[in-house]
């Protein structure tokens, strides 16, 4: 149990001191702590025995490491895919260790995240940005919690900026003719990528990763996605990697239009090297294509948004398109494109009508209705 002392009024320092083992019994390290106050000590004492009888006891040393100190070994020891490695280094190293680096882990607090928050949408930061960077703070601070170097996670108190799902606005997408311009004035080399989005709804680096096998009877099995990681030179290097949540081996198929078939040849897309391209590549020369043909500033992901828009409005469930798309739950391509349904608006306006339909007053029916109440009358 620990141990209060109390070194009277006259000591100089604290007067009370709070003596207590770690846990582990008689092999435990001793520690002890001093307070100005009496109640100070005997709070802090019976955290302590209730934290140590619950399993939860944390060394209040074991937080005294630097951010920057402790997000390179959570880096180094991090078994996440080579493409969220390169991405969480990146945040970390560029938009959390020059604002926090310098505090030990256990002094950052909630109101230092959201001043983070802040910060980084007084820099112009997109939401959808923030909402990156907070989930690579809360994985690094939970990382810190489990290896029982800080009691609590500060990202999980801090209050989020709102971060709401912005439907994707159809009339925004590029039309089928600039689509066909953009695939010409890309080139042949890269171009397959153009309509495999367009054409399968895959994302940039999935486009990248499709292999003249993978298609067969008009399905298209997605396998893989070229993304970037940095080796041992610190260089950024391409490399197949297993799809967006999903683990090494899993797939997922794509129905795939007869009019992609000609394009099976010129797969897989190479750098003009000969080499693996990477997803970087393909956006210079799309952004250098829209700027030659003075498009307006569309993404390639727009390209993605286009089939989802296709499907959709054409009747398609979107319990499949949600599937074809990779989506991680249905959720996510309903608050998306659930407002471009529609059969299930035709449905309603069918249900509606031959329930109210026949009551509804038309002209002439009208005029036969105020004829029959006057004959009552």
Not at 285 to 313: C, Q
């Amino acid at each position: 149990m620990a141990q209060i002392i109390d070194k009277g009024p006259t000591a100089s320092g604290k007067r009370w001191t709070v003596r207590y083992r770690e846990p582990g019994g008689r092999t435990g390290r001793q520690r002890e702590r001093s307070f100005d106050r009496k109640r100070d000590a005997v709070d802090f004492s019976t955290k302590v025995e209730g934290d140590k009888r619950q399993n939860i006891y944390v060394d209040p040393g074991a937080g005294k490491v630097s951010l920057r100190l402790y997000a390179a070994d959570w880096l180094a020891k991090n078994t996440a895919s080579a493409g969220t490695l390169e991405s969480y280094e990146r945040i970390v190293r560029l938009h959390i260790v020059p604002h926090l680096g310098g505090r030990t882990i256990s002094q950052v607090t909630a109101a230092d995240i959201e001043g983070l928050y802040a910060r980084w949408r007084r820099e112009g930061a997109a939401l959808n940005t923030i909402e990156s960077r907070h989930i690579v703070l809360s994985a690094l601070f939970s990382h810190a919690v489990r290896h029982r170097r800080i009691p609590g996670n500060p990202v999980a108190l801090a209050e989020k900026l709102n971060n709401p799902v912005i439907p994707v606005d159809d009339r925004n997408l590029p039309s089928f003719e600039e689509i066909a311009a953009l695939a010409h004035a890309i080139g042949p080399r890269l171009s397959p990528a153009i309509w495999l989005m367009t054409c399968c709804g895959l994302r940039i680096g999935e486009s990248l990763g499709v292999f003249p096998e993978d298609i067969h009877g008009g399905t298209l099995r997605i396998r893989r996605q070229v993304t970037r990681y940095k080796d041992a030179s610190g260089r950024y290097t391409p490399q197949y990697a297993p799809l967006k949540h999903r683990k090494e081996g899993e797939w997922r198929d794509v129905p795939v239009p007869a009019s992609l078939e000609p394009l099976i040849d010129r797969l897989p897309i190479l750098n003009a090297n000969g080499g693996m391209p990477h997803p970087g590549l393909l956006r210079k020369s799309w952004d250098r294509a829209i700027r030659r043909l003075g498009l307006p500033e569309y993404n390639p992901h727009d390209l993605r948004h286009k089939w989802t828009t296709v499907t959709l409005t054409s009747g398609v469930s979107i319990h499949e398109v949600s599937r074809w798309l990779g989506h991680r739950s249905i959720k996510v391509t309903v608050d998306q494109y659930g407002h471009l349904t529609q059969d299930g608006q035709e449905r309603c306006r069918q249900v509606v009508e031959t329930a109210v339909g026949p009551h509804m007053l038309t002209p002439g029916r009208a005029t036969a209705a105020r004829g029959a109440d006057s004959v009552l009358a």
